[in-house]
């Protein structure tokens, strides 16, 4: 399976830039395919919902596409065949400020480049949908991060039905559906209409009735996608768009399931959805020059034109076969229940999630803390957010407010929006990056000492993949101290193996054949200390002052793997010499 691209939407003024570096990581690491266009889009305005942030990713990527193959101007046709997965990460999350896309769920995976990854919602949501559309036709994926979700299997998808909008879902109780939308269907599976939050009694039969959720996963048909773009230059939904709002347009909030989906649902008349009747809970904020009147206004337009796209398009619903489903909230007794229900842990409060979950959030928080406040989850740095004192073990509601200096902030609730603008996310991406190679060197310092028979390169690979010197030496630095501690010339020899690994790793397939001579002047001396056990700590010493002078070109990183080869299998003439004796 592969894709044309994959475009990560953000939120506008989010200062979430470090997303795109980390996209890039995983895409060096075999997570996302090479070949795909990879694209982060910023949405085009503040509050401009899941479907104009959709709208506005599909102009971008389009332009993209066309630049690629020359175009001067935007043209439709590349839409054709090609297979687009759009990505939503969606609205802050508070229990970690990289969102919810990118939390750790304590479990690691091989990639396909073979290197050890974190496994993620982000990851896990994008290997399914890949999953998915292996068998579909080329088109536009649209999904959130909003929610978690994993496939038991793909079986029952293998021929797709014949429809231009695909809406995913799973099949729920009616009482867990309550505070979500819910699909209506046909026998058929044909989308008849979209209720959000329906209201019931409550009794015990009714609330065990199943019922298809509305989950945040879309397949779009190039007939579909096509139609959509279309109308990104007509007002007022071009002001969804970056180009709308280039040329002085106010902001316009979209649903991608309330204004795409609905009017393609046979229930729906023109009247009741251009009315707004249908809305669901869209409200937007108004923009200071405009009034309610012309923003009711420019609804209405946008409905009609949106009816006049969708109403004759075919929409049905396919269900997932999911192993469990969650709905992220901000809420702390959400994620126990994640964790318990997902992640299959056995947590019974917020202290034992911090526990579970390897954030750099969660891990500032301190095993005795019942009344958590955030100024003491997140660690201080020179740009973040130090005082903020909203009480989340007690669920309290956050208040809209504005806020302009947070040090001198003495309130007990603002908007999570103004905490999150006023943070370098950046500094919470590496953080977790360290604390996971924590991790990593534990677990490789567990497998050398006790001599297991597992395979480290994943972990080595991974780590290389950083870049990050400060994180190779760290690597550098264990494997030396566990040779000259160990009383094992196996383990040493073993160790010394290891080092040989990672050099030959930085060298990226460059820089000649591992295999070759390795009796150079300037390692002679060190490799001379290792034969002795008296000198052995000196020669291993002696060994990484040379080392380190011979990490400038691949070239070198090579020569220099191969003199470490020649001290592990100095050990190992060391240990046949001891089994001898």
Same mark, same amino acid.
């Given at each position: ?169 799973v099949s729920v109780t009616r009482e867990f559906a309550k505070n979500h939308g819910m699909?209506t269907l046909d026998s058929d599976n044909n989308l008849m209409d979209i209720v959000y ?28 996608? @096509? ?74 337009k946008a409905r009609k034109l949106l009816w006049n796209c969708f109403s004759k398009l ?7 076969? @999911? ?259």
């Amino acid at each position: 399976m592969t894709w044309t691209a994959i475009v990560v939407t953000r939120r506008h003024g989010s200062q979430d830039v470090f997303i795109e570096q980390e996209l890039e990581l995983l895409q060096t690491q075999g997570v996302l395919p090479a070949e795909a266009a990879l694209l982060v889009v910023e949405d085009a305005c503040p509050d401009v919902g899941s479907g104009g942030s959709t709208l506005n990713a599909l102009l971008v990527v389009a332009e993209h596409l066309c630049a690629r193959r020359g175009f001067t101007v935007l043209n439709e046709h590349v839409l054709k065949d090609a297979k687009i997965l759009i990505i939503h990460l969606g609205r802050p999350f508070l229990f970690d400020p990289r969102g919810a896309a990118f939390l750790d769920l304590n479990a690691d995976f091989v990639s396909a480049s073979s290197q050890q990854i974190a496994m993620t919602p982000f990851i896990s949501q994008y290997t399914a949908i890949t999953a998915l559309a292996a068998a579909s036709r080329p088109g536009v994926w649209i999904s959130g991060s909003d929610s978690f979700w994993q496939l038991e299997s793909t079986d029952g998808i293998l021929e797709w039905p014949e429809c231009d909008l695909t809406a995913f879902t799973v099949s729920v109780t009616r009482e867990f559906a309550k505070n979500h939308g819910m699909y209506t269907l046909d026998s058929d599976n044909n989308l008849m209409d979209i209720v959000y939050q329906a209201p019931f009694d409550g009794h015990s039969d009714e609330s065990k009735q199943k019922v298809p959720l509305v989950v945040t996963l879309m397949h779009m048909s190039v007939k579909a996608a @096509t139609q959509l773009l279309s109308l990104h230059s007509q007002y007022p939904l071009s002001a969804s768009t970056y180009l709308g709002i280039d040329s002085g347009c106010v902001g316009l909030k979209l649903s991608l399931f309330f204004d795409f989906l609905l009017p393609t649902c046979s229930n729906i008349s023109e009247t009741d959805f251009c009315s707004g009747m249908r809305a669901g809970s869209r409200e937007t904020t108004l923009c200071k020059c405009e009034t309610r009147e012309d923003r009711m206004a420019d609804l209405s337009k946008a409905r009609k034109l949106l009816w006049n796209c969708f109403s004759k398009l075919q929409s049905k619903a396919v269900f997932l076969n @999911t192993s469990c489903y969650h709905y992220f909230t901000n809420k702390p007794d959400d994620m126990v229940a994640f964790v318990n229900d997902c992640l299959k842990g056995d947590v019974s409060s917020f202290a034992d999630v911090c526990k579970f979950l390897h954030t750099p959030t969660f891990r500032n928080v301190s095993n005795e803390h019942t009344d958590v406040r955030i100024h003491s989850i997140y660690p201080a740095s020179d740009n973040d957010v130090i005082v903020f004192a909203a009480n989340i073990a007690n669920n309290r509601d956050f208040e809209s407010s504005q806020v302009n200096d947070f040090q001198n902030f003495e309130g007990d609730a603002f908007s999570v929006d103004d905490v999150f603008r006023s943070m370098n996310n950046d500094y919470y991406f590496i953080s977790a990056r360290e604390y996971k190679v924590d991790i990593w060197l534990a677990e490789v310092s567990r497998v050398l000492n006790a001599n297991a028979h597992t395979c480290l390169l994943p972990i080595f690979r991974s780590i290389c993949s950083f870049n990050d010197a400060f994180l190779r030496n760290r690597l550098f630095k264990l494997l030396d101290d566990i040779a000259f501690d160990s009383k094992s010339t196996r383990i040493a020899g073993r160790a010394m193996s290891c080092v040989a690994d990672v050099l030959g790793i930085l060298a990226n397939n460059q820089g000649g054949l591992r295999s070759g001579p390795a009796a150079n002047k300037e390692f002679v001396e060190a490799l001379s200390m290792l034969q002795v056990e008296l000198t052995t700590e000196q020669g291993i010493r002696k060994l990484r002052q040379v080392c380190d002078k011979w990490m400038d070109t691949p070239s070198r990183l090579i020569r220099a793997a191969r003199h470490y080869e020649a001290a592990a299998q100095i050990f190992t003439r060391r240990t046949v010499m001891y089994c001898k004796k």
